[in-house]
């Protein structure tokens, strides 16, 4: 990583309010160049605090743009932070009315040239593109990185019409406890107090509405950009990374928008900007490649970015099995299209006599996390353990056979039971019999015909189901295996269905596994510069004696029948920031199930955070508890905020619900 310190541009930053029609204020931090010129402007729009959790990242970005003639501007969203206003639900009609004003604002102030960019990982790449589709006139160009066009089949809420466990309720306890947080009185004023009470009052926990639109219904519709891609007129950078949850989008996007408006990169991140150095690498010059995006369609500088290929993606080598890679050997290559003409379907068919797929209940410890930050235990572990738990298939690889895209299946599937999930794993088993995760797919039976609707499986018929697995660039070397595992549980990842535990009979004969297979061509050559940012804020990590938990500690009770999962998402723990504030925050994720009761199976999540200013004599806590449990035709869930200022509780309250199943 190179620290860049000198910059065409001296610049300056300020703190400011940007109003919006209703007399609401939204808390700024403008980055901006020191010239007389107006200059374009770069927004990034989010609910993650600019003036402490996201300060770190925000430091080595938006000084770097203002360092290159752009005004960088971080906004909070409506209720978050130091921003007026109560908050709502994710990507409500509000929040991106909101951002629309906010770019509208922009492009008035006497120092900006009227052209607009947005920008963001995850929530800010969402909305950059659900603002993108709302067209106003200055918004010219977007970059959208780790982001879904698709907020019910590929966010944290559903995967394959399953109830996502893992993130739904993981997120919803995050997000239940990000806005419980006060505003900070250095930045909000005497007025932070009178704010925070009235927010507390405003909170409900998304997690009753998440769980209470279980099929593709008008909620997930909103916000959802493959709704209408053509609305989009701004032009789209859309990034990812292959251990991110969220690539498909960039295939998807590449695919529908028009490819003068549109381009593609796909590396081996997790779910991080690339050039933050964080694993897996290699990281870029992801920076130097925005600012040739933003000097095309915000300066009209011909930068060559749009001579670049459609699709620029990494495909790694074979790797052994492990949760962590500092880097992933491979190669970078171009697609002047997708689907692309590079790419060429080959059908595996399965091999044997029918098999009854009946896995244990705790099938999915194994998983990994299912957002990857760059964490020692992110990633699935050696799969040898989950193979044993599932029925395989495997298929010698003679030479070696590049996968690019989204792999398919085809089963013959025969259920007794009218409800269950199929989960197809596609790993790369070693020669020693090391089982390495490729990538995995899951499909709710009850979605097989449409994410939109719920059609229960006529107990005792034969069907096909047709799912394809995440998206993936792979080298599978000879002497390899391909393996295809297939299971009927994935716990945490995907909440059990209640009548999972009778599985299904997988029939090998008219079952398939269809692999986008990419040939060697390497004729258009893709590199990119050294990453570099602005220097860091200088943010410091106390020191603590205390041994710290594991990030990922799985425990069987053998006697009971019981798997436990306690995750640690290690958000980042206690640092002290220059302005003086001192913030500490801690998180543990639970995640148990009895081996044969799906049930059984119960989702805890607890935080506890810290704000304090010693020079203000301010100190608030925050604690949260969420959990979820289920019966055969509900699910109950329990949420608890409980916040204090100077060790006086001055707001308790606590949730109960009972919410039908009716997909999951």
Not at 577 to 595: K, Q, R, S, V
Request: overall charge negative.
């Amino acid at each position: 990583m190179r620290i860049r310190t000198s910059f065409p541009y001296e610049t300056t930053h300020e703190d400011l309010r940007i109003p919006l029609p209703d007399g609401t204020r939204l808390y700024a931090r403008v980055w901006r160049p020191l010239t007389d010129e107006p200059v374009p402007a770069l927004l990034e729009y989010l609910p993650y605090r600019l003036t402490d959790w996201t300060a770190p990242r925000d430091w080595q970005r938006h000084p770097w743009y203002a360092g290159h003639g752009y005004a960088s501007v971080r906004v909070d969203i409506r209720g978050h932070g130091n921003s007026e206003g109560m908050p709502g639900d994710e990507y409500a009609a509000v929040e991106l009315a909101d951002g629309v004003e906010v770019v509208n604002w922009l492009a008035a102030q006497p120092w900006c040239s009227g052209e607009v960019g947005m920008f963001g990982i995850s929530w800010g790449g969402f909305n950059s593109l659900q603002i993108a589709a709302l067209a106003p006139e200055p918004l010219k160009a977007v970059v959208t990185v780790c982001s879904t066009d698709d907020r019910y089949d590929d966010d944290v809420h559903y995967t394959g019409g399953s109830v996502l466990a893992v993130d739904m309720h993981a997120w919803a306890a995050t997000m239940l406890a990000f806005v419980s947080r006060p505003p900070d009185p250095q930045y909000a004023g005497v007025a932070w107090r009178d704010l925070w009470l009235k927010r507390l009052e405003q909170v409900d926990p998304f997690l009753h509405t998440w769980l209470a639109h279980q099929t593709r219904d008008d909620y997930w519709r909103h916000g959802s950009v493959c709704e209408d891609y053509g609305a989009i007129d701004a032009a789209v950078l859309a990034v990812g990374g292959w251990h991110d949850p969220y690539r498909d989008t960039v295939l998807r996007l590449v695919e529908h928008l028009p490819p003068d408006r549109v381009r593609g990169l796909i590396g081996p991140w997790s779910h991080q900007y690339p050039d933050r150095g964080l694993p897996p690498g290699p990281a870029i010059g992801f920076l130097q490649e925005t600012l040739r995006w933003w000097d095309h369609h915000l300066k009209g500088i011909d930068t060559g970015v749009m001579r670049e290929p459609l699709l620029r993606s990494y495909i790694s080598d074979s790797h052994r099995p492990a949760t962590v890679y500092d880097t992933l050997p491979g190669r970078w290559v171009a697609e002047p299209a997708w689907p692309s003409p590079h790419v060429t379907t080959i059908s595996y068919g399965l091999q044997g006599a029918p098999v009854l797929v009946r896995s244990p209940q705790h099938t999915g410890v194994d998983a990994g996390r299912f957002f990857p930050f760059g964490n020692d235990a992110d990633l699935p572990p050696d799969q040898r353990e989950e193979d044993a738990r599932s029925a395989c298939f495997e298929f010698a690889v003679g030479e070696e056979t590049w996968v690019l895209g989204r792999p398919r299946v085809r089963l013959k599937v025969t259920s007794e039971v009218s409800r269950g999930q199929v989960i197809a794993r596609l790993c790369d088993v070693a020669p020693d019999g090391s089982s390495t995760l490729v990538t995995r797919g899951v499909l709710n039976l009850s979605a097989r015909h449409g994410r939109d609707r719920v059609v229960p499986w006529e107990p005792g018929s034969t069907q096909e189901v047709v799912f394809e697995l995440n998206g993936i660039g792979h080298a599978f070397p000879p002497g390899h295996r391909i393996r295809l595992a297939v299971s009927s549980a994935y716990w945490p990842w995907v909440w059990p269905q209640p009548e999972s535990q009778a599985g299904f009979t997988l029939d090998p004969a008219g079952s398939f596994l269809e692999l986008p297979v990419r040939n060697h061509d390497l004729s258009a050559p893709v590199t990119f510069d050294e990453p570099e940012q602005s220097e860091p804020l200088g943010v410091a990590f106390p020191v603590t004696l205390d041994e710290p938990r594991p990030e990922r500690l799985v425990v069987r009770d053998v006697a009971k029948g019981e798997w436990r999962l306690e995750v640690d998402p290690r958000y980042g723990g206690t640092r002290v920031y220059p302005d003086g504030l001192e913030f500490t925050e801690d998180a543990l994720e639970t995640y148990t199930i009895d081996e044969t009761d799906p049930l059984s199976a119960r989702a805890r999540s607890e935080w506890s955070i810290r704000l304090h200013r010693p020079e203000l004599a301010w100190d608030t806590t925050v604690r949260t508890r969420s959990e979820i449990t289920c019966e055969a035709a509900e699910f109950l869930t329990f949420n608890e905020v409980i916040c204090a200022e100077g060790g006086e509780v001055v707001f308790h309250r606590t949730w109960e619900r009972r919410i039908p199943r009716t997909a999951g």
